[in-house]
C-alpha cells in the first residue's frame, strides 16, 4: 500500500491526466517528464495499473488507446515492453470491438482535479489533501448536439477563478446561465455559496447536470449533503431556463449577488435574449407592494456590492463579439474586460495540457 502510495505522488500528474482523459500523448509526455525523459519499468507498471481500474470502471475504450501508444513508444526505443502490458492491450483488442460501433455516442466519465500547490493550505477552498476531484458525466461527441454536455475551457477558467477567490462566492446568492454539465456550480458549492441556480435551456444537458450533482453530493432543489465535520451547508437548485422565453417576472425573482456565465457568447441570434436574461437579473427591484424598504436602499445600509455578472470566453469569432458589445451598450450595461486583474491565483490543471488559459478572457457586466 506505501509503495502504491509512493507511486501516485510520483506521478500525481500522468494520474489527473488520465482521470481527465488527456490526450494520450500528453498523458506519456508527463510520464516522461516523470523519468528524465524516459519511459521506465516503474512507469509501465503504473499504466498498467490505472488501465485495469480504468476497465473496470467502463473507461476501457481510453485504456485501449493509451496502452497502444504506450507500447509504440517504448518499442520505437528498442525498450522492453512488460508482459503484463501486453497481455493488458490483447485483452482489450478481444474484448472491445463492439466499442468502434458506439465510442462516438456514448458518455463517459472525466475525473477533473483541481490540484492546490504546495503551501495553499490555510487557503479557504483548498481540501486538507490539496486535491478536488470533481467525477463527471460527459460526451465524448462535443460537436453534434452535444456541446452542453462537454467540458470547454472557458468552464474550467471559470472554476479556477471561483476556487481561487472564494471569498467573492462566499455566502453569496449565485445564479449561472448555460451550466452544461455542472462543474461550475459544483465549485460555487464547494467555496459555500449561500445559494447556487443553476440553469440549461436544453433538457438532456439538464438531465446530466442532475446526474453530475448527485456524484459529487450535491442534492438539487436540496439542501447540500454534508460530509463529515461540515456544518454548513449550499442551498442548490436546477432550473430550466430557455433564454427565449425566460421572462422578466420569471427571472425578477432570483436577485442573485453574482451572475455568471461560461462560453456563453456564440450564437449571434442567441445574444439578444442573453442580454436580456442578463438585464433582468442585474436589474435592481423597486419597492415592493407591502412597503418594505427597496433593494438599492436595504443593500446600500448593509454594505451589499451591487449584482454583477462574471462571463468566461474564448472569443473564436471578433464578429460575434463585437455583436455582443454592441447589445451591452445598447442596453445600458457597463462591461470590463478583468482578465489580467481577476486571473486565478493558482495555476490548478497543470497536467491539462490541452487547457489553453490564455485563450479565455473574463468580464465583468453591470448594470450603469
Given at each position: 500500500m506505501a509503495a502504491e502510495a509512493?507511486?501516485?505522488s510520483q506521478y500525481l500528474h500522468v494520474l489527473s491526466a488520465f482521470l481527465a482523459m488527456e490526450p494520450v500523448d500528453s498523458v506519456i509526455s508527463l510520464a516522461r517528464e516523470c523519468n528524465g525523459g524516459s519511459i521506465t519499468d516503474s512507469a509501465q507498471r503504473f499504466f498498467w495499473e490505472i488501465c485495469v481500474k480504468a476497465s473496470a470502471s467502463g473507461n476501457s475504450t481510453y485504456a485501449k488507446k493509451l496502452l497502444k501508444k504506450l507500447i509504440n513508444e517504448v518499442e520505437l526505443e528498442n525498450g522492453e515492453v512488460l508482459d503484463e502490458v501486453y497481455e493488458e492491450y490483447a485483452l482489450y483488442m478481444s474484448t472491445s470491438k463492439e466499442d468502434t460501433l458506439v465510442k462516438e455516442t456514448i458518455r463517459i466519465t472525466?475525473?477533473?482535479?483541481?490540484?492546490?500547490?504546495?503551501?495553499?493550505?490555510?487557503?479557504?477552498?483548498?481540501?486538507?489533501?490539496?486535491?478536488?476531484?470533481?467525477?463527471?458525466?460527459?460526451?465524448?461527441?462535443?460537436?453534434e448536439?452535444?456541446?452542453?454536455?462537454?467540458?470547454?475551457?472557458?468552464?474550467?477558467?471559470?472554476?479556477?477563478?471561483?476556487?481561487s477567490f472564494p471569498e467573492l462566492f462566499a455566502?453569496?446568492?449565485?445564479?449561472?446561465?448555460?451550466?452544461?454539465?455542472?462543474?461550475?456550480?459544483?465549485?460555487?458549492?464547494?467555496?459555500?455559496?449561500?445559494?447556487?441556480?443553476l440553469t440549461d435551456g436544453d433538457l438532456l444537458t439538464l438531465s446530466n447536470m442532475r446526474l453530475n450533482l448527485e456524484r459529487n453530493h450535491l442534492n438539487y432543489d436540496d439542501e447540500l449533503l454534508n460530509q463529515p465535520g461540515e456544518a454548513q451547508s449550499t442551498r442548490v437548485k436546477c432550473i430550466h431556463l430557455p433564454w427565449e422565453t425566460a421572462s422578466e417576472s420569471e427571472l425578477s425573482k432570483f436577485c442573485p449577488d453574482i451572475v455568471l456565465g461560461a462560453d456563453v457568447i456564440y450564437n449571434p441570434s442567441c445574444l439578444p435574449h442573453l442580454l436580456r436574461v442578463l438585464v433582468a437579473l442585474l436589474k435592481k427591484p423597486t419597492k415592493r407592494d407591502n412597503g418594505s424598504l427597496k433593494t438599492e436602499d436595504r443593500d446600500a445600509q448593509q454594505g451589499r456590492r451591487p449584482s454583477v455578472a462574471y462571463i468566461a470566453s474564448v472569443i473564436r469569432n471578433e464578429d460575434t463579439f463585437n455583436v455582443?458589445?454592441?447589445?451591452?451598450?445598447?442596453?445600458?450595461?457597463?462591461?470590463?474586460?478583468?482578465?489580467?486583474?481577476?486571473?486565478?491565483?493558482?495555476?490548478?490543471?497543470?497536467?491539462?495540457?490541452?487547457?489553453?488559459?490564455?485563450?479565455v478572457r473574463l468580464f465583468s457586466i453591470s448594470p450603469r
Open positions: 509512493e507511486a501516485e472525466k475525473f477533473i482535479s483541481f490540484l492546490f500547490p504546495e503551501g495553499s493550505y490555510k487557503h479557504p477552498s483548498c481540501p486538507m489533501s490539496r486535491k478536488l476531484v470533481i467525477p463527471l458525466q460527459c460526451s465524448l461527441n462535443m460537436l448536439g452535444d456541446t452542453g454536455c462537454s467540458i470547454w475551457p472557458s468552464s474550467l477558467f471559470m472554476s479556477e477563478f471561483v476556487l455566502n453569496k446568492s449565485c445564479f449561472e446561465v448555460g451550466s452544461g454539465v455542472g462543474m461550475v456550480g459544483i465549485c460555487l458549492a464547494h467555496v459555500k455559496a449561500k445559494k447556487v441556480i455582443f458589445l454592441t447589445l451591452v451598450d445598447q442596453m445600458d450595461l457597463s462591461i470590463t474586460d478583468v482578465t489580467a486583474e481577476l486571473r486565478p491565483r493558482f495555476e490548478l490543471l497543470p497536467y491539462m495540457h490541452s487547457y489553453d488559459r490564455s485563450s
